[in-house]
């Protein structure tokens, strides 16, 4: 009698699959950090590869009072989703159109003159008054207005709310040393902000919220809280200061895990050359498995004999390079069948490896291992309302 096919989660032979009730979990745990302060939790780059529309709602329901996103299309896409919370969206460039944006009350980060007068027209067409937070560069050198263009950017807002086209709701900045607290940049950053505050105050500006503090400032910086902090990673759990402790140092948990189910295994001799090159040779005689997602659904191709998974409880390196669609894992002698589950992370409760150990082994980040897993691997939600 031949073994049954076992049945794959999602109907699909490797998935993502979030936790919703952690992203809630994760956002109380911010608010506590934050203290009076509000939280909005980013969710820009699809929920950092977690689901835009979910994991908002689930941040919402950890309590938090505003969600932020990068592109503006993302920022009406939770409008079409039927969420009300505040909305901020930050990046943006010439000839956008921003009609829908405020007529969705959608709030508009604006770092340069020409943005805020594309705004301020768009306000005229619609005949509806435009939601604008200035934003500030403090020292990134990057999106914000920067020296001599910061006055330029305030007075240019001054007369355009005297108008009545556009109201500044806030002010914002972005660290660019958050994850080295003690950094000299962090501290200057701050004195920065608070006389761009100040600059915002002289001008008549009623703000709602001042912000400046990520993921690592959240953690590890509470005298940078202001009105609102603007944690992303660590809304899924991971830690954006791992140097100082991971996700359960802070009390975090990670929300995503993604996995997979073995499609072929196969005894092979010793002196066997695995994928591509054979950058790998079977040191013995051995069983190989093959694991069906690659870097076309995000698997970092780094991650060729650096990587680990889980097979039946055990970790296993990657043996050989990463391909588009499959990669292939030497477990020994553990038995192993087509349909059986591999993890390639996870929490690490059960000992399975986590985006930080992958990140690690890759030299990059935690943020690019779960952002880049591909919308071709379908999201399956726990703890879904």
Same mark, same amino acid.
């Given at each position: 009698?031949?073994?049954?096919?076992?049945?794959?989660?999602?109907?699909?032979?490797?998935?993502?699959?979030?936790?919703?009730?952690?992203?809630?979990?994760?956002?109380?745990?911010?608010?506590?950090?934050?203290?009076?302060?509000?939280?909005?939790?980013?969710?820009?780059?699809?929920?950092?590869?977690?689901?835009?529309?979910?994991?908002?709602?689930?941040?919402?329901?950890?309590?938090?009072?505003?969600?932020?996103?990068?592109?503006?299309?993302?920022?009406?896409?939770?409008?079409?989703?039927?969420?009300?919370?505040?909305?901020?969206?930050?990046?943006?460039?010439?000839?956008?159109?921003?009609?829908?944006?405020?007529?969705?009350?959608?709030?508009?980060?604006?770092?340069?003159?020409?943005?805020?007068?594309?705004?301020?027209?768009?306000?005229?067409?619609?005949?509806?008054?435009?939601?604008?937070?200035?934003?500030?560069?403090?020292?990134?050198?990057?999106?914000?207005?920067?020296?001599?263009?910061?006055?330029?950017?305030?007075?240019?807002?001054?007369?355009?709310?005297?108008d009545g086209t556009v109201t500044v709701t806030g002010v914002?900045?972005?660290?660019?040393?958050?994850?080295?607290?003690?950094?000299?940049?962090?501290?200057?950053?701050?004195?920065?902000?608070?006389?761009?505050?100040?600059?915002?105050?002289?001008?008549?500006?009623?703000?709602?919220?001042?912000?400046?503090?990520?993921?690592?400032?959240?953690?590890?910086?509470?005298?940078?809280?202001?009105?609102?902090?603007?944690?992303?990673?660590?809304?899924? %759990?991971?830690? !954006? #200061?791992?140097?100082?402790?991971?996700?359960?140092? $802070? /009390?975090?948990?990670?929300?995503?895990?993604? *996995? +997979?189910?073995?499609?072929?295994?196969?005894?092979?001799?010793?002196?066997?050359?695995?994928?591509?090159?054979?950058?790998?040779?079977?040191?013995?005689?051995?069983?190989?498995?093959?694991?069906?997602?690659?870097?076309?659904?995000?698997?970092?191709?780094?991650?060729?004999?650096?990587?680990?998974?889980?097979?039946?409880?055990?970790?296993?390196?990657?043996?050989?390079?990463?391909?588009?669609?499959?990669?292939?894992?030497?477990? %020994?002698?553990? !038995? #192993?069948?087509?349909?059986?589950?591999?993890?390639? $992370? /996870?929490?690490?409760?059960?000992?399975?490896? *986590? +985006?930080?150990?992958?990140?690690?082994?890759?030299?990059?980040?935690?943020?690019?291992?779960?952002?880049?897993?591909?919308?071709?691997?379908?999201?399956?939600?726990?703890?879904?309302?």
């Amino acid at each position: 009698m031949t073994d049954q096919p076992k049945a794959l989660l999602g109907g699909v032979p490797a998935r993502v699959i979030v936790d919703l009730d952690a992203i809630a979990h994760n956002v109380e745990v911010l608010q506590r950090y934050a203290g009076d302060a509000m939280v909005m939790a980013v969710v820009k780059g699809d929920a950092y590869g977690h689901g835009l529309v979910p994991s908002a709602r689930a941040a919402l329901r950890g309590g938090a009072h505003w969600l932020g996103v990068a592109q503006l299309q993302e920022a009406l896409a939770l409008r079409s989703a039927g969420i009300t919370a505040p909305v901020l969206t930050w990046l943006h460039a010439p000839g956008m159109d921003f009609t829908a944006a405020i007529a969705a009350d959608i709030d508009l980060g604006v770092p340069a003159v020409w943005e805020l007068d594309a705004i301020a027209a768009a306000a005229r067409e619609t005949g509806k008054t435009a939601r604008v937070q200035l934003k500030v560069d403090t020292g990134l050198a990057r999106n914000g207005a920067f020296g001599p263009d910061w006055p330029l950017l305030v007075e240019a807002a001054k007369r355009h709310a005297a108008d009545g086209t556009v109201t500044v709701t806030g002010v914002f900045t972005h660290f660019a040393f958050a994850d080295a607290p003690h950094h000299p940049t962090v501290q200057a950053q701050q004195v920065r902000f608070a006389d761009a505050v100040r600059d915002c105050e002289r001008a008549g500006f009623d703000l709602e919220v001042r912000h400046m503090s990520n993921s690592a400032a959240t953690l590890t910086t509470p005298r940078a809280a202001f009105d609102m902090v603007r944690p992303g990673l660590s809304v899924y %759990g991971l830690s !954006p #200061v791992p140097d100082i402790g991971g996700p359960s140092r $802070f /009390g975090l948990v990670p929300a995503m895990t993604v *996995t +997979a189910n073995v499609t072929v295994t196969k005894r092979v001799p010793v002196g066997q050359g695995v994928s591509y090159g054979h950058t790998y040779v079977t040191p013995r005689e051995t069983t190989l498995i093959d694991i069906p997602c690659g870097y076309a659904d995000g698997v970092p191709r780094a991650a060729s004999s650096k990587g680990t998974v889980q097979v039946g409880g055990r970790q296993f390196t990657i043996a050989g390079r990463v391909c588009m669609d499959q990669f292939v894992v030497d477990v %020994g002698d553990l !038995p #192993v069948q087509a349909g059986d589950e591999v993890i390639l $992370f /996870g929490n690490g409760a059960n000992g399975e490896p *986590t +985006a930080q150990d992958w990140a690690a082994a890759t030299d990059t980040i935690s943020y690019e291992i779960v952002t880049r897993m591909s919308s071709r691997l379908p999201r399956i939600y726990l703890g879904e309302r």
